[in-house]
């Protein structure tokens, strides 16, 4: 089984500021996805990287794809209290249809 | 919206006693998963299918088995429910996710399931 580290595991920052999760692994995944989690609610897709130093950008979200197609980071710019939740990063095995979760960040924006 | 339900959503039962939770898509996308969600453990894949019938085992499989009769249902079952498995329980559906176009996995809302 191919493991994907998660860090920090909680970050709680004010709001206008910015912050980085990182997303590690050992094992080269075919793609990765990142998801965000609400309270009581099942995680949804914020965005796919695909190709090795592939960057993504979602409004004030920046996703990164390393080279080597190991490990991932997510940047928020100017952080709002509407982008607290739970964030997980998400590595697809090139064999098998399966995802490979992140332990998780947990975010807190505090207004 | 993705089309997909589980229930029930809250289950409190006894330790020994067999529980199954049911997940139903009205998507028509060919694989199914179960995972569980545990504080500082993210989502770990319980058992998954790739077609009717065809179900294989995820990295926390112990203790549990699935069935998947129709592309529409897939069901977890707990044989002899014991407090560790406590947890919250999401079931997901995707259609191909491995390639250069993976597609996205959609979550159901989850059961939450007590152990007593």
């Known amino acids: 089984t191919q493991l994907l580290e998660q860090s920090p595991q909680f970050l709680s920052i004010q709001e206008g500021e910015n912050l980085t999760v990182y997303c590690n692994s050992s094992s080269v995944f075919s793609s990765l996805q990142w998801y965000r989690q609400e309270p009581g609610e099942g995680p949804v897709l914020l965005v796919t990287v695909v190709t090795g130093g592939e960057v993504k950008k979602l409004k004030r979200l920046t996703f990164q794809f390393g080279d080597a197609r190991k490990d991932s980071s997510l940047h928020i710019t100017a952080a709002q209290p509407g982008d607290t939740g739970l964030y997980l990063c998400a590595g697809v095995e090139a064999a098998g249809n399966k995802l490979t979760f992140g332990g998780g960040t947990r975010v807190l924006v505090k207004p | 919206d993705a089309g997909i339900t589980q229930s029930p959503r809250h289950k409190v039962t006894e330790t020994g006693t067999p529980v199954t939770l049911r997940c139903h898509q009205t998507e028509n996308h060919r694989y199914m998963y179960w995972y569980r969600q545990d504080p500082g453990h993210g989502l770990r894949l319980i058992h998954y299918s790739y077609g009717v019938k065809d179900t294989d085992k995820g990295e926390v499989s112990d203790g549990y088995s699935v069935s998947r009769s129709k592309t529409e249902d897939f069901l977890l079952t707990l044989e002899s429910a014991t407090s560790s498995q406590t947890s919250v329980y999401f079931c997901?559906?995707?259609?191909?996710?491995?390639?250069?176009?993976?597609?996205?996995?959609?979550f159901g809302p989850g059961t939450r399931l007590t152990v007593l």
């Open positions: 997901a559906i995707s259609d191909q996710l491995a390639g250069p176009t993976p597609n996205e996995q959609f």
